[in-house]
């Protein structure tokens, strides 16, 4: 079993995938090839990004987190003006100080090259690095894959079959479960909600004040976040003009505080998730959930259902919301993906609403069934949802997105909640049905932004 905490990383903005991922290859690289021997005398490195990862970089910043990586930041502890500076600073020097090795000459324009039309057989997104000495062909190269959410993976390790359904788990965990039916299963058999079983696994890997302090550590930079983006105006970066809503709208509502109006909860959800999605596709800090691209959903509903009017988060239902929604993650990420390349939006905001449908349906004291139900039903109605963003950038159609999807999952989990007994769908079921629609679905709806909404709208 993964953890849960594994799905909820801290990052900067606009994609887990092709922003946070890449970075973290490009640090990875280097910390191999200096054990290799080879970083020291390096003169020249090579970046190809393959597949959507060329596709769509541009738009979603790849060549930046690239560069980030190589200087040595990290997504998780990367500070965003900082971050900017830096690579201000070595594009018009045209230099790279790499970490833990010699400063070298850079051209983004040569030196990191798009092969779109490269789709490897493994994942979609691929990244081959390499590394050049003074004279000569490359003296190590190796190709990694961004595999959604910033999960990262290298080509041996992903060519390696994985028996059955289930991640490799080191036998550690006490509750491994590899389907929804397994899980409502040991739920059952020893007394546990959803929550507790999940924590359970989480006991062996680190005391239990531990996990509790990480999911709060998540839950707050999630909360700054949608401050951060409540309060910050403005055009978004990346060429589209997109004006940023969450401001204006939040002071609207504010300002109409007590008026009592039936759909000011669509209100309020909608600008949280929107604060938070303006933020990624700014490049500010997120938390993925289960990806950066659908990183408005979770935090907007635990915003609204387990926080105070102030903001101040009620830690026990934070906890236990993060902790079923990220035992729904699990799922996925284990019987199909989390990846837009690789599944469509389904992947990613499909996901995030099952999960946060699931998570909000345990904080209303909802049984396990009931919590699988919720999260059957967020992924239910998202069946077959493409990834066309436009212009390549995590703007349109996703803000607006997040915001859809986020009341699409209160909406699954009040369902949820007035089913009696056992629905016609199963999780698993579902879980199978987005993954074979994945497989089956074109590549031009695969965060390549060659077809859909990308190729209707016209990018200026
Ligand atoms: S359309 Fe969905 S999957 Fe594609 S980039 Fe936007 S949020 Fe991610």
């Not at 479960?177 to 989480?202: H, K, P, Y």
């Not at 669509?266 to 289960?290: I, K, Q, S």
């Not at 919590?371 to 703007?395: K, R, S, Y």
């Not at 159609?397 to 699954?412: D, L, M, Q, Y």
Request: charged share 20%; proline share 4%; aromatic share 4%.
């Amino acid at each position: 079993m993964l953890s849960v905490l594994d799905l909820f990383r801290v990052g900067l903005g606009p994609s887990s995938s092709h922003t946070v991922g890449p970075m973290r290859i490009a640090r990875r690289f280097l910390r191999e090839a200096g054990k290799a021997g080879y970083l020291k005398g390096a003169m020249r490195i090579e970046v190809e990004l393959q597949g959507s990862l060329a596709l769509t970089g541009v738009g979603h910043g790849t060549d930046k987190a690239v560069i980030l990586g190589l200087l040595g930041f990290a997504p998780e502890t990367a500070d965003p003006d900082q971050a900017e500076q830096a690579f201000h600073a070595a594009i018009s020097a045209r230099k790279l100080a790499l970490i833990g090795g010699p400063e070298i000459a850079f051209n983004p324009i040569a030196d990191i090259l798009y092969r779109g039309e490269h789709v490897p057989d493994l994942h979609t997104n691929g990244m081959e690095l390499r590394l050049y000495p003074m004279n000569g062909g490359p003296v190590f190269t190796r190709v990694y894959y961004s595999t959604g959410g910033g999960f990262i993976a290298s080509a041996r390790r992903l060519s390696r079959p994985v028996k059955g359904d289930v991640i490799e788990d080191k036998g550690a965990s006490p509750y491994a479960f590899g389907s929804a039916a397994r899980l409502l299963e040991l739920c059952t058999v020893n007394d546990l909600t959803i929550a507790n079983l999940i924590l359970g696994n989480e006991d062996v890997r680190r005391p239990r004040a531990q996990t509790e302090d990480r999911l709060d550590q998540v839950v707050d930079v999630m909360m700054a976040c949608i401050d951060r983006g409540l309060q910050t105006d403005g055009i978004l970066p990346g060429g589209l003009s997109v004006t940023r809503r969450a401001p204006g709208l939040y002071q609207k509502l504010m300002d109409g505080a007590g008026a009592n109006e039936r759909e000011a909860l669509f209100d309020w959800l909608n600008v949280y998730a929107m604060a938070v999605n303006e933020e990624n596709a700014a490049g500010g800090r997120v938390v993925t959930a289960p990806t950066n691209g659908a990183a408005g959903i979770l935090p907007a509903v635990i915003r609204h259902y387990c926080c105070e009017e102030d903001g101040t988060p009620m830690r026990e239902k934070a906890r236990r919301f993060l902790l079923v929604a990220g035992g729904i993650g699990l799922l996925y990420k284990q019987r199909a993906s989390i990846s837009g390349a690789e599944m469509g939006c389904q992947g990613e905001v499909g996901v995030a609403c099952s999960m946060a449908a699931a998570g909000l349906a345990a904080v209303w004291s909802a049984t396990p069934a009931q919590c699988l139900g919720a999260a059957e039903i967020g992924m239910e109605h998202n069946l077959g949802l493409t990834c066309d963003p436009v212009g390549g950038l995590v703007q349109i159609p996703c803000i607006e997105r997040n915001a859809i999807g986020t009341v699409k999952a209160v909406n699954a989990a009040r369902l949820a909640l007035h089913q009696t007994g056992q629905g016609k769908v199963s999780l698993d079921q579902v879980i199978e049905t987005m993954r074979q629609t994945g497989l089956d679905m074109s590549s031009k709806y695969k965060e390549t932004s060659q077809g859909g909404l990308a190729v209707n709208v016209v990018a200026c």
